[in-house]
């Protein structure tokens, strides 16, 4: 049997996205530390690389990235105009390959083992939708060509911003031995400092456990981090991956200490959500709330249906019933999440079989 052709997988990353994209529109931000979203109490969105300098970073609570960069300026995010540009980004995708799966409104891989244009080399090509890019939006992209998609992930990060990097076969498995497991995409926090507590730091590291001592503490995880430590993946490029969750939060200007302002959180959150799910005819079996305290403290609470909420009355009912959960309250809490899981299109005939889910 022949063997398989080696693929040839594109990542490409936006420079620092929303930051950027806001940069270019206001010239007096240009060369300025800038933060997207980060209300007083709220969180940053996106930092610009001037930001970064400081170590303001994204999910940073906006009073510590001012307290870091008494210059920062903070500006609202415009998710309209995000979406225009992630548009024509993704028209640019599509003239060179079908083969396109988004990760976000900034990021996607492109598979381009066979390509519209019929170019040889995956690096012309990443050099020129970077151009393409730079030359339609006026902002700048980075992108990572590999024979895999986890590579290709890393390698993007390599020469950012406005750079590239290849990895090829041949030194993908030294590649990946020289690196810090934090930098790992799918390796968390959590996975990180239980990973080291076990002794393993590098991918040298990880490369020298036995699939059986990773399946023993990883579980099913065990069998992807023994792959991506000897430079594997086998994970395809799938375009138009169906969305699995939709969900809004809002962290609230004054902490709410009372149930009844909990409840009326919960009732202002879920707005969004049902929103979305009536614009696109999607319906959700499993419900989730997110509950954040003054001390940064998270929990949640899920339920699946087994039918999904008819209307928003009935998404507002269950979303309730669930915060209540936490009554009475021991803490104030400074930030409330609504969710939908388990989504599917409303016109189907039939809803796809339940799954299982625990507290996310």
């Known amino acids: 049997m022949a063997e398989p052709a080696i693929r040839k997988i594109i990542h490409v990353d936006m420079d620092a996205f929303y930051a950027s994209v806001e940069q270019r529109d206001d010239p007096a931000l240009r060369g300025r530390p800038v933060a997207v979203g980060g209300r007083e109490r709220g969180v940053v969105m996106a930092a610009s690389y001037e930001a970064r300098t400081f170590g303001v970073r994204s999910a940073m609570p906006s009073a510590t990235a001012k307290r870091m960069c008494p210059e ?3 500006v609202k995010p415009r998710f309209d105009i995000y979406k225009d540009v992630s548009r024509q980004i993704r028209a640019i995708f599509l003239e060179y390959t079908p083969l396109v799966e988004p990760l976000s409104l900034d990021e996607a891989y492109l598979d381009v083992t066979t390509n519209l244009k019929d170019m040889p080399l995956a690096s ?4 020129e939708i970077r151009a393409r890019i730079l030359e339609q939006t006026g902002l700048t992209a980075s992108a990572g060509v590999s024979y895999n998609k986890f590579l290709a992930k890393l390698a993007s990060d390599q020469r950012k911003p406005n750079g590239q990097y290849v990895i090829p076969p041949e030194k993908g498995p030294a590649f990946v031995e020289s690196l810090e497991v934090g930098r790992f995409h799918g390796v968390g926090p959590a996975t990180e ?7 393993i730091r590098t991918g040298a590291d990880l490369r020298a456990q036995t699939m059986e001592f990773l399946q023993e503490y990883f579980g ?9 430590a000897r430079g594997q993946d086998h994970r395809q490029v799938v375009p138009n991956r169906p969305r699995k969750s939709v969900g809004s939060e809002t962290t609230f200007m004054q902490d709410l200490g009372r149930p009844a302002e909990v409840e009326a959180g919960i009732a202002s959150v879920l707005e969004d959500v049902w929103s979305y ?21 998270i929990v949640t609470r899920s339920r699946t249906l087994l039918e999904p909420p008819a209307d928003k009355a009935a998404l507002e009912r269950v979303s309730v019933d669930l915060v ?3 009554f009475p309250l021991e803490k104030k809490v400074r930030l409330l999440g609504v969710s939908l899981h ?16 625990g507290l996310v």
Do not use: W
Not at 124 to 127: D, G, T, V
Not at 277 to 297: H, L, M, P
């Open 220 to 228: 099913k995880s065990g069998p992807y981090y023994h792959a991506i």
């Open 277 to 297: 799910c009536e614009k696109n005819g999607i319906a959700g079996r499993t419900v989730t709330v997110k509950i954040k305290y003054a001390d940064f403290q």
């Open 342 to 357: 388990n989504l599917y299109r409303r016109d189907e005939a039939t809803a796809p079989p339940q799954l299982t889910l």
């Open 72 to 74: 920062l300026v903070f």
């Open 324 to 326: 209540r959960s936490i």
């Open 193 to 199: 400092a239980k990973m080291k507590r076990l002794g």
């Open 124 to 127: 012309e090509i990443a050099r």
